[in-house]
């Protein structure tokens, strides 16, 4: 490998750890619950019936790896329901805003990340290349957890309008980096997204394997603070 120039990160459960791994069920209590908005739907399990139906027929309109909001996944739901007299915007941010600040709580940060990150950010630029459908979302989980000082910028799938394994996500990462491909390092926890395909698009690539699962990788590590010592 060329001179190592730029670490790219993905974001969750990379860099931010989450205390509960949220599947739709919760993601749909996190929205739901205490909403004030929960008398137009039958039930608790009539809007996780919603919520995977608006899922399915967004995610079969768009193009395969098109990228597109969780606020457009919100707004297809309560046009399918009666109202009854309130604004649609309305309904919608307040499902957004609570499920927001319901995902919000379930995150964290390790200080070993943050030490790592800080020790990494005085040698090379370090990005961020998340899918993420909440328009500023992992800018505001860095700042909150104070480490957005660390990075030289944010790529995500909502800005790019293209998720990962999509190739277009990784070149305007690229574009970010200011360095030639050979000098780009990706790193995280999922093998398609953050290991396969960055190396296929040309970057080095180093595996987030905190399970022990990929005992065949050979660049790989269970910690970011491992990160270190395998670069150095």
Same mark, same amino acid.
Request: aromatic share 14%.
């Given at each position: ?134 328009? =500023?979302?992992?800018?505001? #989980? %860095? ?11 944010? +790529? @995500?799938? /909502? &800005? ?41 698009? =040309?970057?080095?690539?180093? #595996? %987030? ?11 790989? +590590? @269970?910690? /970011? &603070? ?7």
């Amino acid at each position: 490998m060329a001179s190592l120039g730029c670490i790219l990160f993905d974001c969750m459960e990379t860099i931010v750890d989450v205390k509960i791994k949220p599947d739709i069920r919760l993601s749909c209590k996190w929205t739901y619950y205490d909403s004030e908005y929960e008398s137009l739907w039958d039930s608790f399990d009539s809007f996780v019936e919603s919520y995977e139906t608006a899922k399915n027929y967004l995610d079969g309109k768009h193009r395969k790896y098109e990228e597109y909001s969780l606020f457009d996944r919100f707004m297809f739901m309560v046009r399918q329901v009666d109202t009854k007299g309130h604004e649609t915007e309305t309904i919608v941010n307040a499902l957004s805003n609570n499920y927001w600040k319901n995902y919000k709580r379930n995150c964290f940060v390790h200080d070993s990340v943050k030490s790592t990150l800080l020790e990494l950010s005085g040698k090379f630029r370090l990005g961020i290349v998340s899918n993420f459908m909440v328009n =500023g979302g992992v800018e505001e #989980l %860095l700042e909150i957890h104070g480490i957005s000082k660390y990075f030289d910028f944010i +790529i @995500t799938s /909502i &800005k790019v309008g293209w998720k990962k394994p999509s190739e277009k996500i990784y070149a305007a990462a690229l574009d970010a980096a200011k360095v030639p491909k050979e000098q780009v390092l990706f790193v995280g926890d999922d093998y398609i997204c953050d290991y396969e395909a960055p190396l296929k698009y =040309g970057f080095d690539a180093i #595996l %987030l394997d905190k399970e022990n699962e990929f005992i065949d990788v050979k660049k790989r +590590i @269970t910690a /970011i &603070k491992d990160l270190v010592h395998m670069i150095s």
